[in-house]
T-cell receptor
Framework: DGGITQSPKYLFRKEGQNVTLSCEQN?????MYWYRQDPGQGLRLIYY???????QKGDIAEGYSVSREKKESFPLTVTSAQKNPTAFYLC????????????FGPGTRLTVT | KQEVTQIPAALSVPEGENLVLNCSFT??????LQWFRQDPGKGLTSLLL?????REQTSGRLNASLDKSSGRSTLYIAASQPGDSATYLC???????????????FGKGTHLIIQP
């Protein structure tokens, strides 16, 4: 089955630790995205990548970092510099041309205490 | 900067009713608009995508319309069922001179409850 996988589903970390969230897609999509969802705030774009070895900051990139070494993978690292890291993180992808229909993974809920 | 607003924020109706969810956006220079469904604790499922040149799209009991000039879209759900209970999100993709697939701008969603 084609789709987007995110792991783990739940993640717990102590304050001050960096943590990496995994996102893999087998849809052969060129573009991949990371969003953050908070209650009452909607989804906000963290980073996106249109092609391997290239990525751009979204609206709330501070305290996050990404890499895109393979077309299928777009891991997100939440660093200790992120002031409010507890949130639901969603990975998405689209084709590089045409419809640009966006597909989402199941999400990772990160709790930092 | 694009802003997307969804009204109402929450809606509760009896099963069987037809209903309309509203979405408005401030910048009419959009590439497309997507409607998503999100169940609690889950990712987003794409329901309908409307290209900027289209007026509406239909899938089963769902119909989405787009009036780009006025910055509005509606999602019409016919004969609602308890299984339709979820949060419905509207999102727009902007048009950029450089091309490429920039991210979506989302509304905060409408939380829909269909009473059995």
């Amino acid at each position: 089955d084609g789709g987007i996988t995110q792991s783990p589903k739940y993640l717990f970390r102590k304050e001050g630790q960096n943590v990496t969230l995994s996102c893999e897609q087998n849809l052969n999509h060129d573009a991949m995205y990371w969003y953050r969802q908070d209650p009452g705030q909607g989804l906000r774009l963290i980073y996106y990548s249109q092609i391997v070895n290239d990525f751009q900051k979204g609206d709330i990139a501070e305290g996050y970092s990404v890499s895109r070494e393979k077309k299928e993978s777009f891991p997100l690292t939440v660093t200790s510099a992120q002031k409010n890291p507890t949130a639901f993180y969603l990975c998405a992808s689209t084709t590089g041309t045409g419809l640009y229909e966006q597909y989402f993974g199941p999400g990772t809920r990160l709790t930092v205490t | 900067k694009q802003e997307v607003t969804q009204i109402p924020a929450a809606l509760s109706v009896p099963e069987g009713e037809n209903l309309v969810l509203n979405c408005s956006f401030t910048d009419s220079a959009i590439y497309n608009l997507q409607w998503f469904r999100q169940d609690p604790g889950k990712g987003l499922t794409s329901l309908l995508l409307i290209q900027s040149s289209q007026r509406e799209q239909t899938s089963g009991r769902l119909n989405a319309s787009l009036d780009k000039s006025s910055g509005r879209s509606t999602l019409y759900i016919a004969a609602s069922q308890p299984g339709d209970s979820a949060t419905y999100l509207c999102a727009v993709r902007g048009v950029y001179s450089g091309g490429g697939a920039d991210g979506l701008t989302f509304g905060k969603g409408t939380h829909l409850i269909i009473q059995p």
